[in-house]
Structures are given as C-alpha cells and as structure tokens.
C-alpha cells in the first residue's frame, strides 16, 4: 500500500470511525441506560484526556516495541484512537439524550427494529452533532505530532505536522517550511467549509440542555 493510500485510510478511520462507533455506542447506551444510572464508560473516559500525551507517551512506546508495532502505521494508528475515541463519544452522548424517547417509540410502532430506529430517526435528528464530532475527530487527527513523532522512525511513514518540523535545523529551507504549512491547512479548512453549518449548529446546540 502507497504512503498516500495509508495516510488517507488513517484519517478515514479516525474522523468517520469515531463518529460511527460513538453513534452506536451512545445510542445503546441511552436506550439500556436508566435516568441517573452511569455505566463507567463516561468516567473512564474522561481520564484519557485528563492525562497528558507527554505522561503516557513513554509507556505507549514500550507497549508498541514489545508488541511488535513499532515504526508501523498500525502503531501510530491505534495509540491515536485509542487516546482519542473519548471526546467524539462524550460530546454525541448529550446530542444522543437529547433526543425524545418518544420518537424511538413511534418508530418501533411503525415497524421498525432498534437498528432501523437509529439509522432512519435517531441519525438524521443528531446529525449537527455527527458533523461537529467529525469536524473535530478530524482536525485533531490531522494535528498530531506526539505519537507519531515518537513511534515512527521512517521519514516515510510520518505524517505533515512531523515532515515540517523535521526539516527546521541550522539550516532551514524556510520557503519550504512555509509552503509545507500552507499545503497542510488546506484540508483542513476544505473540512471546516464541508461541516461549518453542523460544526456550529452542533456546538451551540450541545452547549445548553
């Protein structure tokens, strides 16, 4: 597989992986969940983000040499889910509660199944937060420098953020530094344009109960 082709399917899995997956789980988990009653995964989320990269970055790198994934884009891929999956899912849990029991209800008078429910009701009613937890799985993707700094070894197997610093030395190439960063925001503006409806919408919907 090409270096493009492995970045793209990276970035794939962590802005439409997240979202999905946070779909689903905090749609079951709302639909089993009683008022009042915390299952722990909110909780232990929290902790991933409470805890610096710089904290577990050591202990990640000796996981990921002992595990054989080091200098790997498997490595570098499941230490940024791994760190990552708990704000999609925090901030799609409000969205997801938001949402009137009322509808599933209706919706499985009309003969449809609890997965039926959710993609034909319960998706397209949360959408703005679908959008906004993207939008952010994406910039925050595409922003590491941390891991893969530390977990690759290969120039060929680090992304952007990692490309341009390495090329800031004594002897700076500065025209290339400044145009490496101009290519690099450019997906990510195109992202922010694609969702900006959403991403605000979502944002300030979620922002008061």
């Not at 230490?79 to 969205?95: D, K, Q, V």
């Amino acid at each position: 597989m090409r270096k493009r082709e492995v970045i793209e399917l990276r970035h794939r899995i962590n802005c439409v992986g997240w979202p999905c997956a946070s779909a689903v789980i905090n749609k079951e988990r709302s639909l089993t969940a009683r008022p009042g009653k915390h299952t722990g995964v909110q909780e232990h989320g929290i902790v991933t983000q409470v805890l610096p990269q710089v904290v577990i970055v050591v202990p990640v790198f000796m996981m990921m040499q002992k595990m054989g994934l080091y200098n790997t884009y498997t490595g570098v891929i499941l230490t940024i889910l791994a760190t990552s999956m708990a704000f999609p899912i925090l901030l799609m849990r409000s969205f997801f509660d938001s949402v009137p029991f009322a509808m599933e209800e209706a919706a499985a008078i009309d003969g449809c199944s609890r997965f039926m429910a959710l993609i034909r009701v319960i998706i397209p009613m949360t959408l703005p937060g679908i959008g906004t937890a993207f939008a952010l799985s994406f910039f925050s993707g595409w922003g590491q420098y941390l891991y893969p700094l530390v977990l690759t070894r290969d120039a060929a197997k680090t992304p952007v953020t990692v490309g341009i610093a390495r090329l800031i030395d004594n002897q700076t190439p500065w025209e290339m530094v400044m145009t490496g960063t101009l290519i690099s925001i450019v997906p990510a503006v195109i992202i922010y344009l694609l969702v900006q409806k959403s991403l605000i919408k979502g944002m300030s919907s979620g922002a008061v109960k």
